[in-house]
């Protein structure tokens, strides 16, 4: 599907998607913070798990891979939740849409595509 320029009728167009990266980077940041909170239940669990497997020496690896995992799995969580919801901002609301050629910014409302056009019909005389 190629996107026209309302503006010039290029289709040179991009997507600048600016909400969907500034809501990926708060998700991330904010889904790490809680996976930390999480990681420290994550570490007690390891580190009872790993004691009994292999020690001290367990104890302190179980730890580590308990922490590490609960804070990946927060901030991936939270990065792809905000991700989602930045993307659903730029289609609905934003100028998501510029226009290489002239800088125009546009949004989804005012996009035209090869498909919208009328093209010769089979049925014509």
Avoid at 9 to 38: D, E, F, L, P
Avoid at 86 to 115: K, P, R, W
């Amino acid at each position: 599907m190629l996107i026209q320029c309302p503006s010039c009728q290029s289709h040179r167009v991009v997507t600048r998607n600016v909400a969907k990266k500034t809501g990926a980077v708060i998700g991330a940041v904010s889904g790490a913070a809680s996976g930390a909170a999480r990681a420290l239940a994550g570490a007690k669990l390891g580190g009872t798990l790993g004691m009994d497997v292999a020690g001290p020496m367990g104890a302190t690896v179980g730890s580590l891979a308990g922490a590490l995992v609960g804070g990946l799995l927060g901030g991936t969580a939270g990065c792809l939740a905000g991700a989602h919801l930045g993307e659903a901002i730029d289609e609905q609301i934003m100028d998501n849409y510029q226009c290489l050629a002239c800088d125009y910014l546009f949004s989804h409302a005012h996009v035209t595509t090869d498909q919208d056009r009328p093209g010769p019909s089979l049925w014509s005389d």
